[in-house]
């Protein structure tokens, strides 16, 4: 089974440039999630999807990111335009559709790591 | 957003024994998990226990929980050089909200 998949790998750019990033879920999962995770922290959620609706976007910085799951399968991340602190490694994962009961194991992605000089 | 806490890093030598602690300030949490990330990568679940549960063992792995104290807990038997990696411990609320720990980062000594 293929595991979750992200692009680029990594990306430096220039503070208020724009970037985005890319993510295709393992097949069959209704839920994906964007993490970012700053060096020496642990991941924090920015945004939650069930199939293409938002079902949590209260940590997302709205002013600068974005995200969309247009067809309820691969998702787009941007950052428009980006800071310094936006240095992190942005993980993307999935899941089987959340629910009250059960693990909702999380698959995660390689991640990107983004760089902002 | 809850509270997870962690130590930051633990070495042990090879062979030895590793205990990874964790609080955390939920008292509704639902499941609590370990995930494993190695450089360069993902984060890889290693053993979850449900909340009502107080001791879960996989193998080499086990994992401890102590509701009253919100307090959790992962030991390595005979830890190897390739257990080397930072641990995450995370808990999900009633919300199915995930909320990650700060890492602690294991060092296993040749």
């Known amino acids: 089974e293929a595991g979750v998949a992200q692009s680029p790998r990594y990306k430096i750019i220039e503070k208020r440039q724009s970037v985005a990033f890319w993510c295709n879920p393992i097949?069959?999962?209704?839920?994906l999630y964007w993490y970012q995770q700053i060096l020496g922290q642990g991941p924090k959620l920015l945004i939650q999807?069930?199939?293409?609706?938002?079902?949590?976007d209260s940590q997302l910085p709205k002013d600068r990111f974005s995200a969309e799951r247009l067809k309820g399968v691969d998702s787009t991340l941007k950052i428009q335009p980006a800071k310094l602190e936006d240095s992190a490694v942005y993980l993307c994962?999935?899941?089987?559709?959340?629910?009250?009961?059960?693990?909702?194991?999380?698959?995660f992605g390689p991640g990107t790591r983004l760089t902002v000089l | 957003g809850e509270d997870v806490e962690q130590s930051l890093f633990l070495s042990v030598r090879e062979g030895d024994s590793s205990v990874i602690n964790c609080t955390y300030t939920?008292?509704?949490?639902?499941?609590l998990y370990w995930y494993k990330q190695e450089p360069g990568a993902g984060l890889q679940l290693l053993t979850y226990?449900?909340?009502?549960?107080d001791m879960k063992q996989d193998q080499r792995l086990t994992v401890l929980l102590n509701k009253k104290d919100k307090h959790l807990s992962l030991r390595i038997a005979d830890t190897q050089t390739g257990d080397s990696a930072i641990y995450f411990c995370?808990?999900?609320?009633?919300?199915?909200?995930?909320?990650f720990g700060t890492g602690t980062s294991l060092t296993v000594i040749p």
């Open positions: 994962a999935s899941s089987l559709p959340t629910g009250s009961t059960g693990t909702n194991e999380q698959f």
């Open positions: 097949s069959g999962h209704a839920t």
């Open positions: 999807f069930q199939n293409n609706g938002v079902v949590d």
């Open positions: 939920d008292s509704s949490s639902t499941y």
């Open positions: 226990i449900f909340s009502n549960m």
């Open positions: 995370a808990e999900k609320d009633t919300g199915n909200q995930f909320y």
